[in-house]
């Protein structure tokens, strides 16, 4: 591969792996965020632990496995992976459904690791990188970065740039992660951008889409948390976009959530490998969709594998009746598993606090919350029922 092409993007290579380490050792801010995380390892070990570190893989294997290791034992009741005996000796380029910001690629990596997988690069938007050492961090830690907020001529040259890397490095054999939409779903209904794929079809040697996109070996991935930690901010910028003409979500927002994501509760948590993309194409008829139409019918294939994977937990029948105004799905679920939930529900609405001028709407916020726990249910019994 050359590098150099792909310099402001891509992860960081073996001889610039040292000076960045030495770099990062001194930056106070990474010392505050590490240690907010409360690991049992104190900071003073962290240099110790990095001591020869050499290339990307080996710090991923070192410390961001360890500190997602510490999420999982602290943060969540159980973690899991299902590959659904998919071979891990090859490569792949894993789509998910995007419900955390940091932790879907980094609890996916981890377990993919344990599963004998080869760890997979992170695709990581560059409206992230709120200073410069962040930017740093991520590609020491294996992520390519999306350029963001481009306008004209520079979209189109950042998406050939950024599909050009991704067809080399799995040219070569190398993991890749990427979400199936920019930003989270934040009502939980995850659908695969079109425009993603598109972007992911540049790269390819083939005008035809279904070609181009073939050498990536596409997986889509379903990620389900019982419980998002986020859900109450979620809802609390579904009111502000509703309510604040001209909206826009700050960086000290992204970083809220971000912190917000990592330290809070989860609950259980599921990973699930899909069907390739390949298998699902070939099980379709894509040979009579037009040329045109073809991006939103990989991505409604893609959608429906998704939703097919789903992990679902009390709380989302919960919500599903909740919202419906009726009990259809009680079997999933007990009279104390309802009022637990209906006591977490009232608990997240206090949570929201809203600039001076606004008033929280109850009623409002209550139905952003239901719709992002009944979602997944309500998407999964569509998939499944067609067949």
Not at 222 to 230: G, L
Not at 290 to 299: C, G, H, S, T
Request: glycine fraction near 6%.
């Amino acid at each position: 591969m050359n590098y150099e092409k792909y310099h402001d993007i891509r992860p960081l290579i073996a001889s610039e792996v040292p000076g960045a380490i030495a770099q990062l050792l001194t930056v106070p801010a990474l010392r505050h965020a590490y240690e907010q995380l409360q690991v049992e390892m104190p900071w003073e070990g962290v240099a110790q632990m990095l001591e020869g570190c050499d290339s990307v893989d080996e710090f991923k294997r070192r410390l961001g496995y360890y500190l997602v290791k510490q999420v999982m034992k602290h943060r969540c009741s159980s973690v899991h992976l299902d590959t659904q005996g998919l071979p891990p000796e090859r490569q792949y380029t894993f789509i998910s459904n995007h419900r955390d910001i940091i932790l879907d690629s980094a609890f996916l990596n981890v377990l993919l690791h344990d599963a004998g997988f080869g760890l997979p690069q992170i695709a990581i938007g560059d409206n992230l990188m709120l200073q410069p050492w962040v930017e740093t961090l991520v590609k020491l830690n294996g992520s390519f970065i999306v350029r963001r907020g481009l306008e004209g001529r520079e979209v189109l040259l950042a998406a050939k740039q950024l599909s050009e890397y991704m067809h080399d490095a799995a040219a070569e054999g190398i993991n890749l992660w990427i979400a199936q939409r920019e930003g989270r779903a934040k009502d939980s209904t995850d659908r695969t951008q079109p425009a993603l794929l598109k972007m992911l079809g540049i790269g390819g040697r083939s005008r035809n889409l279904v070609e181009a996109l073939r050498p990536l070996s596409i997986v889509p991935v379903t990620c389900s948390y019982e419980y998002d930690p986020c859900d109450y901010l979620k809802a609390w910028e579904m009111q502000m976009k509703r309510d604040v003409p001209h909206y826009r979500k700050s960086g000290a927002e992204d970083a809220l959530n971000m912190a917000t994501g990592v330290l809070g509760y989860k609950g259980r948590v599921t990973m699930r490998l899909g069907r390739p993309l390949s298998q699902l194409i070939e099980e379709s008829s894509w040979q009579e969709t037009p040329d045109k139409e073809l991006p939103d019918f990989i991505a409604s294939l893609m959608d429906e594998e998704i939703h097919r994977g789903y992990e679902l937990y009390p709380c989302n029948y919960i919500a599903w009746d909740l919202f419906l105004g009726r009990e259809e799905h009680a079997q999933h679920y007990s009279s104390e598993d309802k009022q637990q939930f209906e006591e977490y529900l009232s608990q997240r609405i206090g949570k929201i606090r809203l600039p001076e001028g606004l008033t929280p709407d109850v009623g409002f916020l209550r139905r952003c919350l239901l719709e992002m726990y009944a979602n997944p249910a309500i998407n999964f019994a569509q998939a499944t029922k067609r067949g």
